[in-house]
């Protein structure tokens, strides 16, 4: 059997669980497990498929038809063009979580930002990416044990060097220790939305997800919480669900709404420029 042959029976199998990325996907499982990139494969349809694979990849297809997320299986998914690990128990990067990341590296290289706090972190693909691509100081905080251990990985995959600190919320910080910039992803499903998700979304942490009863929790507690830990002229930057942009803009003053590239609202920046804000650096 060639490489050709293998792609096209791991694409006709995976036909029945999602048809439009059933290609896409066989392309990077094939592509992974024989080392090389997926635009490299045009190259080796007709190379021999080496039949010591074929366990390994009827594995991943079974994974993928029980509906396991694809990044699980692979163990790694791009974010901001950087590899990041994922695996089971830490919310997997998404490419909405983009729009945060892009307004941080603009915030950070047109404001001359040094210090980045990065709250509900979950594998630290925001504050990862946000320390390899500006060269900030990150400090990044989640409360499961798995997440921090997962971030202090993609931190060493990525060259960083990230302050990993494990708590809820601000409760790690110490004192009143301030940022330029503080940078979230929280929980904002609402009880209506866990109760009907998608088979792959309910792979992936209860804890990342819920948001409470109405989706609105973590963003009222960040909301109570941030102001000592944000220095004058700094900016605090919340990704929210496409709905919630102005439940979650209300909470806050000077809150401006940004938008994905479908035009929907996806994510909060909040300036800090009230004087009664002490700047304590």
């Keep these: 059997m060639t490489i050709g042959a293998a792609l096209r029976e791991a694409t006709q199998f995976l036909r029945s669980i999602d048809p439009q990325e059933a290609s896409f996907e066989a392309r990077l499982m094939v592509a992974q497990l024989l080392k090389t990139s997926v635009p490299a494969l045009a190259a080796m349809r007709e190379n021999p498929w080496p039949a010591e694979l074929n366990e390994q990849l009827e594995r991943m297809l079974q994974r993928r038809r029980s509906r396991e997320p694809l990044q699980y299986i692979l163990g790694e998914w791009s974010f901001m063009g950087l590899p990041m690990s994922v695996r089971p128990g830490v919310l997997i990067p998404r490419a909405d979580t983009e729009i945060v990341a892009e307004r941080a590296v603009h915030l950070i290289r047109a404001r001359g930002y040094r210090d980045v706090l990065d709250v509900c972190a979950g594998s630290g693909c925001i504050g990862v990416s946000l320390a390899r691509l500006t060269g900030v100081r ?13 971030t202090r990985e993609n ?37 209506a939305d866990l109760a009907h998700l998608q088979p792959e979304v309910a792979f992936e942490p209860r804890l990342a997800l819920d948001g409470g009863e109405d989706g609105l929790l973590f963003y009222r507690r960040i909301a109570a919480g941030f102001k000592p830990h944000l220095r004058k002229d700094g900016a605090l930057l919340l990704e929210i669900g496409c709905e919630q942009g102005a439940s979650v803009s209300a909470m806050f003053e000077n809150a401006e709404i940004l938008y994905d590239y479908e035009q929907r609202p996806r994510a909060i920046q909040i300036e800090n420029t009230n004087s009664d804000w002490k700047d304590k650096r």
């Design 138 to 150: 990150v400090v990044s905080v989640d409360i499961h044990p798995d997440c921090c251990a997962l």
């Design 155 to 191: 931190a060493s995959q990525n060259g960083v060097c990230v302050d990993v600190r494990r708590g809820d919320l601000f409760d790690p910080l110490r004192g009143e220790e301030r940022f330029d910039l503080i940078v979230s992803n929280p929980p904002y499903l609402t009880a």
